[in-house]
T-cell receptor, first 114, second 114 residues
Framework: DGGITQSPKYLFRKEGQNVTLSCEQN?????MYWYRQDPGQGLRLIYY???????QKGDIAEGYSVSREKKESFPLTVTSAQKNPTAFYLC?????????????FGQGTRLTVV | GESVGLHLPTLSVQEGDNSIINCAYS??????FIWYKQESGKGPQFIID?????DKRQGQRVTVLLNKTVKHLSLQIAATQPGDSAVYFC?????????????FGQGTILTVHP
């Protein structure tokens, strides 16, 4: 059963703590992405990676970090430097250029700072 | 550009009616456009996409129209059903091979009444 798995579904963090969100895909996609969604808004790109061991900042990378050590995995760390981390985080992946190029999304992780 | 806020555009229709959801995009260099459906608490789900060398594309019960002159995109849903109720997002990609590197609109809430 192919797809993108994000874990956990809900995450609570105390202020000042770092937290890592997991994203795993078994679609054999080269590119992976992290988006943030705030209530009543569209998704905004945090980081993306086109190949293993390479990644680029998106529009709102400040306070976040990523790694891409394996093709299947693209974890996102929300650091204490992120001023407003409470949000819905979505991971996506997309295949190489071809006929079917749409990005597929996971089911998201809702992060709440308490 | 896109307006950002907590008050999403809404569309309310009766079951069986046709729905039209509109989207204005911002980047004239964008060459790939995509519509996603998002249900509450879930990740976006692909509906249909279109490249800039086309002005219309049809899927099952859905049609996307692209007007590059006025930078306008629309999604038509035929015979709308209660299960179509969700938030619909348009997104644009400004070129390159990372088709998941998208700029999202703020979304439109579609409510279908039985």
């Amino acid at each position: 059963d192919g797809g993108i798995t994000q874990s956990p579904k809900y995450l609570f963090r105390k202020e000042g703590q770092n937290v890592t969100l997991s994203c795993e895909q078994n679609l054999n996609h080269d590119a992976m992405y992290w988006y943030r969604q705030d209530p009543g808004q569209g998704l905004r790109l945090i980081y993306y990676s086109q190949i293993v061991n390479d990644f680029q900042k998106g529009d709102i990378a400040e306070g976040y970090s990523v790694s891409r050590e394996k093709k299947e995995s693209f974890p996102l760390t929300v650091t204490s430097a992120q001023k407003n981390p409470t949000a819905f985080y979505l991971c996506a992946s997309s295949p190489p250029t071809g006929l079917n190029t749409e990005a597929f999304f996971g089911q998201g992780t809702r992060l709440t700072v308490v | 550009g896109e307006s950002v806020g907590l008050h999403l555009p809404t569309l309310s229709v009766q079951e069986g009616d046709n729905s039209i959801i509109n989207c204005a995009y911002s980047n004239s260099a964008s060459d790939y456009f995509i519509w996603y459906k998002q249900e509450s608490g879930k990740g976006p789900q692909f509906i249909i996409d279109i490249r800039s060398n086309m002005d219309k594309r049809q899927g099952q019960r859905v049609t996307v129209l692209l007007n590059k002159t006025v930078k306008h995109l629309s999604l038509q849903i035929a015979a709308t059903q209660p299960g179509d109720s969700a938030v619909y997002f348009c997104a644009e990609n400004a070129g390159g091979t990372s088709y998941g590197k998208l700029t999202f609109g703020q979304g439109t809430i579609l409510t279908v009444h039985p």
